[in-house]
């Protein structure tokens, strides 16, 4: 609910490191991003267990709002080896 609470605003930096998020935190700000209500120029989500599904919603949400991410950080988040490095 925390992450959802940026409606509508652009940040430099979100850093979001070992905050306990999930992947159903993940799904709220993709959401909101989706909406073309978010976005930033730099995302980290170290230490947050937000799996393949998560890293899927926001990377979907991203294309889909046309966005641009210079820096995505994702160490220890819980992402399998298949969806980090695809073959």
Known sequence: AALSSLMASHVVKLEVVNAKVT???VFS???TIARGRFSAQHLDFSGN???D???????DALAASKKTVETLILHDCGISSKVSNPS
Do not use: H, P, Q, W
């Open 23 to 25: 992947k159903s935190g």
């Open 29 to 31: 700000l993709a959401e």
């Open 49 to 51: 267990k937000i799996g």
């Open 53 to 59: 599904e998560g890293l899927r919603a926001l990377v």
